[in-house]
Nanobody, 116 residues
Framework: QLQLVESGGGLVQSGGSLRLSCTAS????????IGWFRQAPGKEREGVAC????????NYVDSVKGRFTISRDNVKNTVYLQMNSLKPEDTAVYYC?????????WGQGTQVPVSS
């Protein structure tokens, strides 16, 4: 059973940076494509970025392109989300998701409040 734990969230000022980590245990993360999602208060959860199991392909929602970078270190069983030039509208709980053909796992989330 794969378990995911997000970390690295916290209060940041507009224009600042944070790096979120999603660390897996219980199974090897390189079997899964990984996505970062976020859910702002009163809004639906949205996909932010995703990376293939090997790290060869990435994709981003338009609102974060050029500011966020997803990467993975399969040796450390960890996926990262580097977030630069943060905006108040990036305020949300950020979740990581691991997905394979038959399985789908979520972490518990980490809060990222961005002050203006």
């Amino acid at each position: 059973q794969l378990q995911l734990v997000e970390s690295g969230g916290g209060l940041v000022q507009s224009g600042g940076s944070l790096r979120l980590s999603c660390t897996a245990s219980g199974s090897s993360l390189d079997l899964y494509a990984i996505g970062w999602f976020r859910q702002a208060p009163g809004k639906e959860r949205e996909g932010v970025a995703c990376i293939s199991s090997t790290g060869g392909r990435t994709n981003y929602v338009d609102s974060v392109k050029g500011r966020f970078t997803i990467s993975r270190d399969n040796v450390k069983n960890t996926v990262y989300l580097q977030m630069n030039s943060l905006k108040p509208e990036d305020t949300a709980v950020y979740y990581c998701n691991a997905r394979s053909l038959f399985k789908n796992y979520w972490g518990q989330g980490t809060q990222v409040p961005v002050s203006s």
